[in-house]
């Protein structure tokens, strides 16, 4: 059970990160909040390596390192702008994709079929996006937003990032893998930062105890899901964390005072249910 909560409690801990990020990405460039978001998250990053004991078994996984920090930080980048130029209530429940891309992976490149529950699962998640794109005024066709678009994209990313951890996970403990792409991806934002002249502290300036509050919480967060798998099945792990969802919609109307909210429950919904079946789909093989 305590893979469960951690991953019940990290997808909601997230929510509230993610809300922080599209505020202060209205602000200031998203250089800078990325940057400060993942300088506090190597913290927690490091201490989790600590308190878990992670080692490094072979060296020779790191070659996949910097193919990892390039997806991670194109995956950042997609994501933050989804964020950025939609409503919550739009462009979270597309997270929900991601397993999707996954099964195509799996068909492609490994010949694997997926079972009819995943296939069922596969349409329900196809069925909410459609549902959730909107039809621009005196048109028949639905067309997919760019923040839309930036969040598919993030998530097709997210899968092939999620493809190089594992390889690498062979060889190295995933926490240290992650706190290692976590420090590449500091790293290259610091570069920008400079380059553009940006002044990297202004957001601990404008609101210190806010901003470190956004990295807090997506520190906590985002280990409490990393770790979550290795204490229940993986598919227990990834169906809980899936309350991100129901969780964002709630926050999008209460917190946020999005308008759309209820025109997006039951696209929400049917990704949600199509999510859990395509994880559940690929668990029992």
């Not at 995956?75 to 950025?84: Q, V, Y």
């Not at 099964?103 to 079972?115: D, H, R, W």
């Not at 069922?120 to 069925?127: C, D, E, P, R, W």
């Not at 403990?173 to 610091?190: T, V």
């Amino acid at each position: 059970m305590l893979g469960i909560y951690l991953s019940l409690v990290g997808a909601v801990i997230l929510v509230f990160a993610d809300v922080l990020k599209k505020q202060f990405s209205s602000e200031h460039p998203f250089e800078i909040v990325v940057w400060n978001t993942v300088l506090v998250g190597i913290f927690f990053a490091a201490a989790a390596c600590l308190i878990a004991g992670a080692q490094v078994l072979d060296a020779a996984a790191f070659i996949w390192l910097p193919l990892t920090i390039v997806l991670l930080i194109a995956g950042e980048i997609t994501f933050i702008k989804s964020l950025t130029l939609g409503d919550l209530s739009e462009v979270a429940p597309l997270r929900a994709v991601s397993p999707v891309f996954s099964v195509l992976f799996a068909l492609l490149v490994l010949g694997e079929f997926p079972t009819p529950l995943a296939l069922g699962g596969v349409a329900l998640v196809v069925s909410g996006v459609w549902f959730i794109t909107p039809r621009p005024a005196g048109s028949q066709v639905r067309v997919l937003s760019k923040a839309a678009r930036y969040m598919i994209l993030s998530q097709f990313i997210g899968v092939l990032m999620g493809i190089t951890i594992k390889i690498a996970s062979a060889g190295i403990s995933p926490l240290i893998y992650f706190l290692c792409c976590l420090l590449g991806e500091l790293a290259y934002f610091s570069i920008i930062i400079q380059r553009k002249k940006f002044d990297a502290w202004a957001l601990y300036k404008s609101k210190p105890a806010a901003t470190l509050t956004m990295g807090s919480l997506w520190g906590v967060g985002l280990v409490a899901v990393s770790i979550a798998p290795a204490y229940t099945l993986v598919a227990y792990a990834y169906a809980s964390s899936q309350i991100y969802l129901p969780v964002a919609m709630l926050v999008s109307a209460y917190v946020l005072k999005e308008r759309q909210v209820s025109k997006r429950i039951l696209p929400m919904l049917l990704l949600l249910c199509g999510v859990i079946l395509v994880i559940f789909g690929a668990a029992v093989k």
